[in-house]
């Protein structure tokens, strides 16, 4: 079982920067595959980026490729989301994810989610 809790969501400017932070409980976090998602209002969820067990593979969502970073520290159990250049487009709750011993992009795949974080972005 894997408990996740977002934060460092907020209100921030167009072409601000923000960074979201994911804990997880248990001690075989470097096992998961950690994913974040995002969805806004009237929107189905989207992948954003997704992060392997020991950090040597990650992906992005065009949308977001060479504006987000997604990294991890497994001696603290901790998965991040770096954002820069934020856009209005990006305003979404953003949810983190793990998927055990796999590799996946689709939010299907993944058996635990946080409760989001709320990220606003103001033209």
């Known amino acids: 079982q894997v408990q996740l809790v977002e934060s460092g969501g907020r209100l921030v400017q167009a072409g601000g920067s923000l960074r979201l932070s994911c804990a997880a409980s248990g001690r075989t976090f470097s096992t998961y595959t950690m994913g974040w998602f995002r969805q806004a209002p009237g929107k189905e969820r989207e992948f954003v980026a997704a992060?392997?067990?020991?950090?040597?593979?990650?992906a992005y969502a065009d949308s977001v490729k060479g504006r987000f970073t997604i990294s991890r520290d497994n001696a603290k159990n901790m998965v991040y989301l770096q954002m820069n250049v934020l856009k209005p487009e990006d305003t979404a709750a953003y949810y983190c994810?793990?998927?055990?011993?796999?590799?996946?992009?689709?939010?299907?795949?993944?058996?635990?989610w946080g409760q989001g974080t709320q990220v606003t972005v103001s033209s």
């Open positions: 994810a793990a998927d055990w011993l796999n590799w996946s992009t689709s939010g299907t795949e993944y058996e635990y």
């Open positions: 992060i392997s067990g020991r950090g040597g593979s990650t």
